[in-house]
């Protein structure tokens, strides 16, 4: 299991179930336990796959709650964003007085500071923080990409433990594990094969809400050496994750787990289902890793 500043390994930052417009908790509790003994490393809740653009503060306290209780002591994170500085270390001071191993923290949407700004928000965020941060690098939502100069310089903070890597920069990825003072974790679900191969610490894996366990012998095969084996795992799940994200995520995602009882297909706007032939084409690829396995 994690320590409060260890993030190896495979974590699902996870949907947030609805049911005629409000959070389905009853849902969201199965979903937590189902996945709790498959070898992952720990749980991100309301991250992007989670929809927390769309969830109110109390709504996301109560979210946090739910899956607390749930994972039974599996280490959990807690995904925030903002633009407003003093807002967002108001809601950090928040959040700890919950049980979290860390935070999951973005730059700043829509401001589009220059990294002297982004330095001053990380460095800001995790001065008020009890918990560590993973700072998370995805510049098609923010609009600024962290350079790697500025990740050293957020590196040397006590606090700022690791990255979910989501910038699409292979040189900086690798040059960052190289380095080897923050843990590389792969936010693009494409790359997490590559990313763990090169050394890195893990993966925040939307996709691994489906045939979890083969995510995880993934990550066990290439952390042993056994790369031929770890390739034989990771051919069919390359098609599912394609199709997963070859509509807005987590719309095909939440299209396969209603089609497997877990939920209700329903997401808030604007976010929207999946149409009604890419979700069979989902399930399609789904059910052929199923007999696969």
């Known amino acids: 299991m994690p320590t409060s500043s260890n993030f190896t390994g495979l974590w699902i930052p996870l949907i947030t179930p609805f049911s005629n417009g409000a959070v389905d908790h009853a849902a969201l509790t199965r979903l937590v336990q189902h996945l709790r003994p498959t070898g992952i490393a720990g749980f991100v ?10 969830l109110d503060k109390t ?3 109560a979210v946090l709650d739910t899956v607390l209780q749930a994972a039974d002591g599996l280490p959990v ?5 903002g633009y407003h500085l003093p807002d967002t270390v108001a809601w950090v001071q928040t959040l700890a007085e919950k049980p979290l191993v860390g935070l999951l923290v973005p730059p700043p949407h829509y401001i589009r500071p220059s990294q002297e700004g982004v330095l001053q928000w990380f460095t800001t965020i995790a001065d008020a923080s009890a918990l560590p941060l993973i700072v998370y690098d995805i510049p098609y939502r923010t609009g600024v990409s962290i350079t790697l100069a500025t990740f050293r310089d957020l590196a040397r903070h006590p606090r700022i433990a ?4 989501c910038g699409g920069d292979a040189a900086k990825t ?4 190289a380095d080897g003072q923050l843990q590389v974790l792969a936010g693009e679900d494409a790359q997490v094969f590559s990313t763990v191969a090169l050394g890195g610490a893990g993966a925040i894996a939307a996709c691994a809400h489906l045939h979890t366990q083969q995510f995880v012998r993934v990550l066990e095969w290439i952390g042993s050496g056994n790369l031929e084996q770890a390739r034989a795992l990771w051919r069919p799940l390359q098609q599912l994750i394609a199709a997963l994200f070859a509509e807005p995520n987590p719309g095909p995602l939440k ?10 297909n329903e997401l808030r706007a604007p976010m929207t289902a999946a149409t009604a032939a890419h979700a069979q084409h989902v399930i399609a690829f789904h059910a052929a890793i199923n007999t696969e396995e």
């Open 174 to 177: 690798q040059a960052l594990i």
């Open 59 to 61: 709504e996301q306290l």
């Open 45 to 54: 809740v309301c991250g992007s796959t989670g929809e927390a653009a769309a």
């Open 77 to 81: 994170v807690m995904g925030l964003s």
């Open 255 to 264: 299209a396969v787990l209603a089609h497997l009882g877990q939920i209700h």
């Open 162 to 165: 690791a990255i979910k890597d």
